[in-house]
């Protein structure tokens, strides 16, 4: 039986969600490697900070390595980082398209493709992407075709690494979320956001946390897109 402390690496985890699953993690009694763009260190000795952007590889490779050569393994990924650009389909930038497809897209790739090398080494491990019940759902209201592009990928990608990696010991998932209360969602709006759900209301971090926390413990789960979201994706 495997007795070390497991490692996780929290993407995003500065704020918000990000923070919540770090915290989390860590009350597990997993050693974290926390990063995001500006993220400040920490006291913990069992938590890395590593700030950098993780549309660049070098971001990931920093965070990855430098995990290994503080703790020794990397059991847990949860890619949580991403970003959101509500426009009129024609109305994106190419600035626009490149920073949304660099973080949601790019940092995925570069995390999760070092990640699942080392966690072959052990045989063991477990990727979460978190994304949007938007990919599922659209809104008419909410113009969402770039988040929608990307989040949709990390879906299917899901459910492809999931497949090719289900005899080597690592689980991949994700958790397409609803309206979370973040900082991303100004007080003033939650009403409008609130109707959006059928439950009535937004969802809460500790929601997500409670999720992505399932899915650690679900050992038989794997390829499962996780709806967080207040039945949006089943319908109105």
């Known amino acids: 039986m495997d007795t070390e402390q497991k490692v996780a690496v929290i993407t995003g985890a500065s704020q918000g969600i990000g923070a919540a699953l770090v915290k989390a993690y860590r009350d597990q009694n997993y050693r974290v490697v ?40 990397i059991d847990t990924l949860v890619n949580n980082a991403g970003i959101f650009i509500g426009k009129p389909f024609t109305q994106y930038s190419e600035a626009d398209f490149a920073a949304i497809c660099g973080v949601n897209t790019a940092g995925f790739f570069h995390m999760t493709q070092l990640a699942i090398v080392e966690m072959e080494k052990r045989g063991s491990g477990h990727v979460v992407q978190i994304t949007t019940t938007l990919v599922d759902h659209a809104l008419s209201g909410v113009p969402s075709v ?3 592009l990307t989040k949709g990928g990390l879906n299917a990608a899901t459910k492809s690494l999931a497949i090719e990696y289900a005899k080597r010991g690592i689980r991949v998932n994700a958790v397409a979320l609803g309206d979370i209360k973040t900082p991303m969602h100004p007080v003033k709006i939650h009403k409008v956001l609130d109707a959006l759900h059928p439950m009535g209301h937004m969802g809460e971090i500790s929601d997500v946390v409670d999720a992505v926390l399932y899915l650690e413990s679900a050992h038989f789960v794997t390829g499962e897109i996780l709806h967080v979201d207040g039945g949006r994706s089943a319908g109105h």
């Open 34 to 73: 926390a990063t995001a763009r500006s993220i400040e260190p920490t006291n913990d000795p069992d938590v890395l900070s590593i700030a950098g952007d993780i549309a660049d590889r070098k971001t990931a490779e920093r965070t990855i390595f430098d995990g290994v050569a503080r703790f020794g393994r």
């Open 146 to 148: 770039l988040a929608s």
